[in-house]
């Protein structure tokens, strides 16, 4: 996705879906097929679904920013689509705002404050990447590890 980075132009004038349908591409000159779009799993589709032999590898949702409370939607979006055995999701964010910075802000804030999140467990991989642990939407005892990525798309 550091592509869509660095010719912006391009990418920002793309809705979530074709941007998403290209990292699907990207992923199945690895897997051969297993990365699919759209595909149903628990309660609705997933933007992406990457499937192995022993079972999901990742749900995916897509969004492009359109602020906290959307945010904090999302990660509850991805929640339906989590079996009880899957303990990880992943977000990816394009932003075609220019202060990506705040953003990222602003989605750490509403991760922390969703009711889901198990406090203090907000992990800064990157200066657009983080990570958040979450009471899983089915059992409390487990937790889901949420994996946030952001893609700048601003011009």
């Known amino acids: 996705a550091r592509q869509f980075e ?20 990207m992923m199945n000159t690895n897997y051969r097929g297993a990365a699919t779009a759209e595909t149903f799993n628990k309660l609705g589709k997933t933007d992406i679904r990457l499937w192995v032999n022993t079972g999901n590898v990742l749900i995916c949702e897509c969004k492009v920013w359109n602020g906290p409370k959307a945010y904090s939607d999302a990660i509850g979006q991805l929640f339906g689509y989590l079996t009880w055995r899957e303990g990880y999701g992943v977000l990816i964010i394009f932003c075609k705002r220019k ?3 705040a953003a990222i802000g602003q989605a750490k804030k509403a991760a922390e404050t969703h009711a889901s999140y198990t406090s203090g467990t907000l992990i ?17 005892a487990k937790s ?12």
């Open 6 to 25: 660095i010719t912006p132009k391009t990418y920002s004038k793309m809705e979530e879906e074709e941007i998403r349908d290209l990292i699907i591409g």
């Open 99 to 101: 202060d990506m910075t």
């Open 124 to 140: 800064t991989s990157s200066e657009s990447r983080f990570s958040t642990r979450h009471k899983h939407p089915q059992d409390s």
């Open 144 to 155: 889901v590890e949420i994996y946030h990525l952001f893609i700048d798309l601003s011009l």
